[in-house]
């Protein structure tokens, strides 16, 4: 891909990436603990829906991206084989099925908090769609986000510290998607929450240091913060706090949040998490550069970094199955920013 917009061919592309490995149930790594003894079970009979895609929750938002896709692009050549897909996927046996692992006595870290997330932004871009078809997905879906959405209402209250990493334990993107799930869905006591959250853990921050990226980061632990931020806060206090967060960021500092990761092996599942990160910061760059006065300096200088960044990944989306499995969802958030 070389188009850094969200043109019909790259959305097609992005679209049959996700059609080609949503259904594909290996190579898999489950995440799976058990209380004792029990027959070996396949993926798909863990998981009815999101057996695929190497994991649960790159399972879950392949799913999300054909579902954005599909309501932002509906003359895609693919809709029909979307539609075909999400009919015999969103039934209430299946969405049964995976409550049932849910409810298992073990699972309650089960996918905390990255997996809940990305099925709360499922949810949300299911309730988006207008059509009877979808509006029949999306209620199917919604005791599956109804169960997430209350594991992330008994969690964050005991949750006395936030996660900084660049991985899938990093609390600051959990909280950005469960925020939109909860403006979509109406669910103001979530949303309350995860404002209420984001300001205790986050409002004091000041002077970032930005120590990344780390060897297998695929968000930036200061941007994904900002951009929460944005979100939660009003426009005025949002740049105030962000000029206390990056002082020096319109010249540049730190340096490396302006420089793309070097990706030196795209067949490690580690290392390919890199061009992740070169998309996630090209999506919170985009968004940074909105929420900032016109006069900002460091308006320009974001969206030359975006660009960068793009450039750096988006043609690695697909390729190999370590990044392929996954890398579309973040080339779409960053592309669609």
């Known amino acids: 891909m070389k188009s850094q917009e969200l043109t019909p061919s790259v959305a097609a592309h992005l679209v049959g990436a996700a059609l080609g490995h949503v259904a594909r149930e290996y190579p898999n790594v489950l995440v799976h603990a058990m209380a004792g003894p029990e027959p070996p079970r396949t993926p798909r009979q863990l998981h009815p829906i999101f057996f695929g895609s190497y994991d649960w929750h790159s399972c879950v938002h392949a799913h999300w991206l054909l579902a954005r896709l599909l309501r932002l692009s509906p003359g895609l050549a693919e809709a029909a084989a979307i539609r075909a897909h999400f009919n015999q996927a969103f039934t209430p046996k299946k969405i049964a099925g995976e409550l049932a692992y849910l409810e298992r006595p073990t699972s ?60 899938h334990s990093n609390t600051a993107f959990a909280l950005l998607m469960a925020k939109d799930y909860a403006s979509v869905c109406e669910d103001p006591a979530l949303g309350a929450l995860v404002i209420a959250k ?140």
């Open 198 to 337: 984001a300001r205790a853990w986050y409002l004091g921050d000041a002077d970032c240091q930005a120590w990344e990226p780390s060897g297998d980061d695929f968000l930036s632990p200061a941007l994904i913060e900002a951009r929460l931020m944005q979100q939660v806060l009003g426009p005025v206090e949002f740049r105030a706090w962000f000029s206390h967060f990056l002082p020096r960021a319109a010249q540049g500092e730190p340096a490396t949040l302006f420089a793309p990761a070097k990706v030196s092996d795209r067949g490690d599942g580690k290392i390919a998490h890199l061009d992740g990160l070169n998309l996630s910061r090209a999506w919170c760059w985009r968004g940074l550069a909105r929420a900032l006065a016109p006069g900002d300096p460091l308006r320009a200088l974001a969206a030359k970094s975006a660009e960068r960044h793009l450039a750096a990944s988006l043609a690695h989306v697909t390729g190999d199955y370590m990044g392929e499995h996954w890398l579309a969802s973040f080339a779409l958030l960053a592309l669609e920013a």
């Open 108 to 167: 309650g870290g089960f996918e905390r908090p990255y997996g809940w997330a990305w099925l709360l932004m499922l949810a949300a871009e299911l309730r988006r769609h207008a059509d009877a078809e979808a509006r029949g997905w999306d209620l199917a879906l919604r005791p599956l986000g109804e169960a997430f959405a209350a594991r992330f209402m008994a969690f964050l209250p005991k949750a006395d510290y936030p996660v900084r990493a660049g991985v």
